[in-house]
């Protein structure tokens, strides 16, 4: 089933444009009638040719060794022209953003007076004034770009969320073992000597408080009674079968599996980082838990590490005692003005993104990182404060992105 489906793609090979929209003005200000013919030559220096009238501009977005920069040759009737000219670069960008550029000489060729920041995807217009007359090309330059109708987003299960403040974690691994407390264990004896009439469990079996385990006939009465659970929990231990003596001797225990113990091995220089109530992330036989450090204790074994213990629910029976575990414990949270999901990063060229969506159009963002923990990143650059991207299933829109087979060709 195809679970993406966009409306129309619009990517071009070069992140100029290879459809560009000819208009012109004369000095009068009368507007000439639109041209469509795509340019198929580009110039000397590798940039786009803009020509109409004998006027021509060659624009190019330079990048070898700086940040992404416009340059442009202008010529007249095949005339260099050094001065005397008014050219701007107006880049519309999705979402609305505008960026300008106005143009200086530089003894070679004219240079727009800002970064073009990536992503190169935008609607851009280009005035020139010169002569007396004003020229103007508008195109558009998408790349990275799809469309997705709502219906369909919903039913690949892309979901969004709003960029904003976040917190990154800073934590410290240990290992260990799951263990049961010592008070959640009971162990079950006779109340007086005598003979086992019935055995009602198993080992393995749940059993809840009050349930009967087994009957006993005392030796003194001949009368039979009933040995009850103290406790819910598991059978997990079981040494009696009918028509044995029973003595002073534990004849079943019973263990309350609904929370255990991980106790977490600290090293001396991982001590002074930890305190009690620090918040800790475990997972053990793929089964991830939330809870805090209770204790630190010293090992019982006068082993040259402490014990940090750390109580897990256990409600759902997924864990055992004699699990490995490992503990990522929160030494430090840092709040950050923004971070985004680690479920929305994609990679996309050479590039971390996101996929931003305005409408039903979803286009890419390279990021700049910061900090990261095991959910969250830190963004120091190329994306706001209130931009909605992609955080569930992202990676449908980057199949369909690289499966249009876009380019990034200046």
């Known amino acids: 089933m195809q679970l993406i489906k966009p409306l129309c793609w619009i990517l071009v090979a070069t992140c100029l444009g290879i459809s560009p929209i000819h208009a012109a003005e004369d000095q009068h200000g009368d507007h000439k009638e639109a041209q469509h013919d ?49 050219l701007n670069v107006q880049l519309t960008r999705l979402g609305g953003q505008v960026d300008n550029f106005d143009f200086a000489f530089q003894g070679d060729y004219w240079q727009g007076n800002g970064v073009v ?4 995807s935008f609607d851009v217009q280009v005035t020139l004034a010169l002569n007396g007359k004003r020229y103007q090309w508008q195109w558009e330059s998408h790349e990275g770009r799809t469309r997705i109708a709502a219906d369909i987003a919903e039913s690949a299960g892309i979901r969004t969320a709003e960029a904003g403040p976040g917190s990154i974690e800073r934590t410290l691994t240990a290992y260990g073992r799951l263990t049961t407390a010592p008070e ?36 003194e009465s001949l009368k039979t009674y009933d040995l009850r659970s103290p406790i819910g929990g598991v059978v997990s ?59 630190l204790l010293p090992s019982s074994d006068n082993a040259p590490y402490t014990l940090a213990r750390v109580e897990v629910e256990n409600t759902d029976g997924a864990l055992s005692p004699g699990l490995l575990v490992a503990g990522d414990i929160v030494v430090e949270r840092l709040d950050v003005p923004l971070a985004v999901d680690n479920r929305a990063l994609q990679s996309f060229r050479d590039w971390t993104v996101v996929f931003v969506q305005v409408d039903d159009t979803y286009e890419i963002r390279p990021l700049e990182l910061g900090l990261s923990d095991s959910t969250s990143t830190e963004v120091l650059g190329g994306l706001q404060v209130g931009d909605r991207y992609v955080v569930e299933n992202s990676y449908l829109i980057k199949a369909d992105l690289e499966k249009s087979g876009a380019s990034h060709d200046h």
């Open 38 to 86: 795509a340019p198929e030559t580009k110039g000397p220096h590798g940039g786009l040719l803009l020509q109409q009238n004998g006027a021509t501009v060659e624009l190019q977005i330079f990048e070898q060794g700086v940040p992404p920069v416009y340059r442009a040759w202008v010529t007249t009737d095949e005339t260099p022209v050094t001065d005397d000219i008014d």
């Open 117 to 120: 920041t990536e992503p190169h």
């Open 237 to 295: 231990e079981r040494t009696i079968s009918v028509g044995e003596i029973t003595g002073e001797q534990p004849l079943l225990a019973i263990t309350d599996l609904t929370t255990l113990w991980a106790d977490l091995q600290i090293f001396p220089g991982q001590r002074n980082k930890l305190a009690v109530d620090q918040k800790v992330h475990l997972k053990a036989e793929g089964v991830d838990r939330q809870a805090t450090v209770n204790h």
């Open 184 to 219: 959640q264990m009971a162990r079950v004896r006779a109340r007086f000597p005598g003979v086992i009439t019935r055995v009602d469990v198993r080992l393995g079996d749940r059993v809840v408080k009050g349930d009967r385990l087994a009957q006993v006939e005392s030796n």
